[in-house]
């Protein structure tokens, strides 16, 4: 369901939307509904397929220790 296509990056089938951009979305606050209705090629499966997707990137034995210092760093002040 989230193949690679656009530039290298996992994007929805059948569509050139990026997870990236998803995610980005929802976390400004954009509301699914509002995704939907922005993107109507787009359906509630399919975001919930990229939140999945994004969730087990994320799990990958992978450590980010400049993000992980730029965070806790900012926390500090």
């Known amino acids: 369901m989230i193949p690679l296509s656009m530039i290298g990056k996992p994007v929805v089938a059948g569509t050139r939307i990026t997870v ?3 995610l980005e979305k929802l976390a ?3 509301t ?3 995704i939907l209705e922005a993107h109507p090629r787009l ?3 399919a975001i919930l397929a ?3 997707f994004a969730a087990q990137a ?3 034995d992978v450590v980010y220790p400049m ?3 730029k965070l806790h760093e900012s ?3």
């Open 75 to 77: 926390t500090r002040h």
């Open 43 to 45: 359906t509630r499966p």
């Open 32 to 34: 699914i509904e509002q």
């Open 58 to 60: 994320l799990r990958a």
């Open 20 to 22: 990236e951009l998803i």
């Open 28 to 30: 400004a606050g954009v």
């Open 67 to 69: 993000m992980w210092n």
């Open 50 to 52: 990229a939140l999945e």
